[in-house]
């Protein structure tokens, strides 16, 4: 079984755009407690390079380390465990919520810009990009970002996600290269 009701909402999105191939490199970030890995395991990708504020039980051949992806350490020592760059860079993280609308806001805002940023900086070219962001999130500047660097940039609900949640997920693919 999976350890996250989550890694349903990764099979529906590659279900449909088919990106955990044999051979692919993967980074999963907010990994915590690992179904994502799991099921890129499972598709049969070459080898995921993890990150999570709290601690992951050992999934090999999987690297996951306990570090906050805004450490600027935290990025390349990603890439070092990976032993090579990227094809696929995942984002399930989610801050914990402090109840204050527009802080919890701009935290939300902050990550998943660090997980794109960190993403045109690290994909081969052809990469792809999937990030947890939420509906009425100020992600209308991402997106147009985002557009510059992808050849597609589309939003999904998969059908996992609870429908009274506001969350969405941002896929990009075809990375154009830098
Ligand atoms: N995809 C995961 C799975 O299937 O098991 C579930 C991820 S859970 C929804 C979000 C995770 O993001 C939490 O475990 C949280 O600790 C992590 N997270 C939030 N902020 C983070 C940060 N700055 N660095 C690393 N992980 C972070």
Known sequence: GYRSRAAYKLTEIDDRLHFLKPG??????????????????????????????????????????QMDFTDPACGPKLIELL????????????????????????????LIEAAADFAVQVLKPGGVFVAKAFQGGETTALIAELKRHFAD??????????????????????????
């Open 83 to 110: 032993g090579g760059p990227p094809d696929v860079v995942l984002s399930d993280m989610a801050p914990n919520t402090v109840g204050h609308r527009q802080t919890d806001h701009l935290r939300i805002v902050g």
């Open 24 to 65: 692919a490199r993967v980074i999963d970030l907010g990994a915590a407690p690992g179904g994502w890995t799991q099921v890129a395991l499972e598709r049969g990708v070459k080898q995921v390079a993890g990150v999570d504020l709290l601690p992951v039980d050992p999934l090999p051949p999987a690297h996951i380390v």
């Open 153 to 178: 940039v589309r939003n999904v609900k998969p059908k996992a996600s609870r429908s009274d949640s506001s969350e969405v997920y941002l896929v990009a693919t075809g990375f154009k290269g830098r």
